[in-house]
């Protein structure tokens, strides 16, 4: 059978599942999960997994899952991945109302493409043609939220990053993967169309802090000399930063924001313990460090001033995200057959950050965005207008790219594989983090 022979049968089978897959997109909207929590949605699809007759584990860096499809010879292995989390957005139409949970930023489409994909190559029997393995992964905690959680996590041994991919990649479970594939969804761009990262880095790296200043309470009435004010140390802080700003290089893409997350107990008290989060955001691993330097520089700077302690803590975060240009090429030739080429459109390098960056400087891998939505990520507007688009669209174009990879004694993905050069082994890549941040 003729490779364009497979994929039509995978298309097919596919637009078969159209309203189940869509089904599963739309569950998850209305049930949005933050990381690490996702119970929902990993329950969700364990089901689908066990209808498709998937050998699969659960319970993944806590909620992820890993089903294995073999094709009639495993001479690469490519996953086609999605993730599970929400963000943290109240005044989403959809948010839960205790969490303030909501998937504006699109990952339940990422988890029901990703079973679209397994829908079209189980059913469709096309592995029986294909010389590889497909892995299938519902990930958890890509958003890089609710640090003072996950740092309690870390603490109590169940995590050691705070990233759902980097814990998976620490735990070996990307050992016997030689490629990886997902999708996003864009920002308001509800056109019928994929946008496709061109070669080198697609979206910024970034470190975590979180930041403690100590002062000494005292009545704020009656005897404010007495205390050291936190918050004063913390709003120095902070303006150190915004002074360091200009001294941030244009091309590598800086970028710093702060947040407070505790600003005092009391309205009468002297603030004795403020609590700041922040990320430190850039093109390189070099950029971030030293822009890190300077913010470290300009918190505890904030502290002298007023006589109080800032506690800095140094989170591994994210690093930059490298697409695959022949990975990229192929996926964008399907998703010129499924939507013409005025449906392919190059994309704009992200600001934002992904652990997928973290999987992309140790094996080859991609990660396009879909249309299909309005609104901005991260926002209340963020809604998913065209189904077909955001869900089904983007898991036949990858279930067609698994077989441009896997065809003919996997000949495609075995040269994609041997001509990749990888910016770091995995003892590496673990070993950086920890001489430069110190994992504790």
């Known amino acids: 059978m003729t490779k364009a022979e497979l994929k039509k049968r995978v298309c097919e089978a596919i637009d078969k599942r159209a309203e189940e897959i869509i089904a599963v997109g739309d569950s998850m909207f209305k049930n949005p999960e933050l990381g690490y929590k996702e119970h929902k949605a990993a329950a969700l699809v364990e089901e689908k997994f066990k209808a498709l007759g998937l050998d699969y584990r659960k319970g993944l860096a806590l909620t992820g899952l890993k089903a294995r499809l073999p094709g009639r010879q495993s001479k690469l292995s490519v996953a086609v991945m999605g993730e599970m989390d929400a963000?943290?957005?109240?005044?989403?139409?959809?948010?839960?109302?205790?969490?303030?949970?909501?998937?504006?930023?699109?990952?339940?489409?990422?988890?029901?493409?990703?079973?679209?994909?397994?829908?079209?190559?189980?059913?469709?029997?096309?592995?029986?043609?294909?010389?590889?393995?497909?892995?299938?992964?519902?990930?958890?905690?890509?958003?890089?939220?609710?640090?003072?959680?996950?740092?309690?996590?870390?603490?109590?041994?169940?995590?050691?990053?705070?990233?759902?991919?980097?814990?998976?990649?620490?735990?070996?479970?990307?050992?016997?993967?030689?490629?990886?594939?997902?999708?996003?969804?864009?920002?308001?761009?509800?056109?019928?169309?994929?946008?496709?990262?061109?070669?080198?880095?697609?979206?910024?790296?970034?470190?975590?802090?979180?930041?403690?200043?100590?002062?000494?309470?005292?009545?704020?009435?009656?005897?404010?000399?007495?205390?050291?004010?936190a918050l004063n140390a913390a709003m120095l802080g902070l303006m150190g930063i915004h002074a360091n700003r200009e001294t941030f290089k244009d091309a590598d893409s800086i970028r710093v924001h702060p947040i407070i997350t505790k600003g005092g107990d009391l309205v009468n008290i002297i603030p004795a313990d403020v609590r700041i989060e922040t990320y430190v955001r850039g093109r390189s691993i070099d950029a971030i460090m030293d822009a890190g330097q300077k913010v470290n520089r300009a918190l505890q700077a904030g502290a002298m001033a007023v006589g109080a302690e800032a506690i800095i803590d140094e989170i591994p975060g994210y690093l930059p995200l490298f697409n695959d240009e022949q990975l990229a090429t192929l996926f964008a030739s399907n998703c010129a057959e499924l939507l013409g080429t005025a449906g392919v459109i190059p994309a704009e390098p992200?600001?934002?950050?992904?652990?997928?960056?973290?999987?992309?400087?140790?094996?080859?891998?991609?990660?396009?965005?879909v249309g299909g939505v309005t609104g901005s990520a991260h926002a209340r507007d963020y809604l998913i207008v065209d189904p077909d688009m955001a869900y089904v669209v983007p898991a036949k174009a990858m279930a067609m790219t698994v077989i441009d990879l896997l065809f003919d004694q996997a000949t495609v993905g075995r040269e994609i594989k041997e001509a990749f050069k990888p910016a770091m082994t995995k003892d590496e890549y673990l070993a950086m983090w920890e001489n430069l941040l110190v994992i504790k």
């Open 350 to 369: 992200m600001a934002g950050s992904t652990d997928m960056g973290d999987i992309t400087h140790i094996m080859p891998g991609i990660h396009p965005s």
């Open 87 to 229: 963000v943290v957005c109240h005044d989403h139409p959809n948010a839960d109302p205790n969490t303030g949970a909501a998937h504006s930023c699109g990952h339940n489409a990422q988890t029901a493409m990703m079973l679209g994909a397994a829908f079209g190559l189980v059913d469709s029997g096309v592995m029986n043609e294909l010389d590889g393995d497909v892995v299938f992964f519902a990930l958890p905690a890509e958003e890089f939220v609710e640090l003072d959680y996950r740092q309690k996590l870390r603490r109590e041994g169940k995590i050691a990053f705070l990233g759902g991919k980097q814990e998976l990649l620490k735990l070996g479970e990307f050992d016997d993967i030689d490629m990886a594939m997902m999708c996003h969804l864009a920002s308001n761009h509800p056109e019928r169309q994929m946008l496709i990262p061109g070669p080198g880095i697609g979206s910024t790296g970034f470190i975590g802090k979180t930041i403690k200043y100590v002062g000494k309470e005292a009545h704020a009435g009656g005897a404010p000399h007495e205390g050291i004010n």
